[in-house]
């Protein structure tokens, strides 16, 4: 990609997850990291017209991590590198109709639960929202961004890209089969 020549749009995506850095290690994780964020800035700089859209995440407010780390870095460096349109999504959680499982997915642990026709347990003393985007939804409106003849969004965004906001224990029933129940701890504050 970084011999091509007046790419149009530039969609960046690809990024390590967070789990990555047990599996790598830090330093290999920070390597990996940061050559990805080389190439995108290449391919950017070869490409100043490009309008740029960065799948990023809700992990820049606050997550400490060398993941949250990462992503604050990935987004300066398109933005400072983007002579064009830059259009920033941060995903909070995200799910596809062809999501793998993922083990450290709420969501994933859920469906594996029910698929084996258990009870889902929650282990939190309280009700937690998620703001979920569906991927479809998201690449969608990207393709209407690009389409200029539709365009009707601003240019140089930073969106929190959320589809839907629910919380655990809803997420949680919704993947539930008709024979199993949703335990919650014996504390459980829903106010």
């Known amino acids: 990609a970084s011999k091509l020549r007046n790419i149009q749009e530039v969609i960046q995506a690809s990024f390590l997850t967070r789990d990555k850095i047990q599996f790598l290690g830090a330093e290999k994780y920070s390597q990996e990291c ?8 290449d391919i950017i700089s070869k490409n100043p017209q490009s309008k740029v859209f960065l799948i990023s995440s809700g992990a ?3 997550d400490q ?3 949250g780390k990462y992503k604050r870095i990935e987004e300066e460096v398109i933005q400072s590198k983007a002579l064009s349109d830059t259009n920033i999504f941060r995903i909070f959680g995200a799910t596809t109709k062809y999501m ?3 083990k450290w997915s709420a969501i994933c642990g ?7 026709n258990q009870d889902i347990k929650i282990t939190s003393n309280y009700e937690i929202l998620r ?4 991927m479809e939804d998201l690449s969608r409106m990207i393709i209407n961004m690009i389409d200029d003849e539709r365009r009707s969004f601003e240019n140089n965004v930073i ?3 959320v589809s839907d906001i629910v919380s655990i224990r809803e997420i949680a029933l919704m993947c539930l089969g008709s024979k199993n129940r949703v335990l919650l701890p014996d504390k459980f504050d829903d106010t």
């Open 60 to 62: 820049i407010y606050s």
């Open 34 to 41: 940061q050559l990805i964020i080389n190439y995108v800035s």
């Open 131 to 134: 703001g979920i985007v569906c």
């Open 159 to 161: 969106v929190d890209a």
């Open 100 to 102: 793998d499982f993922r």
């Open 110 to 116: 859920f469906i594996k639960t029910a698929n084996l």
């Open 65 to 67: 991590s060398l993941y």
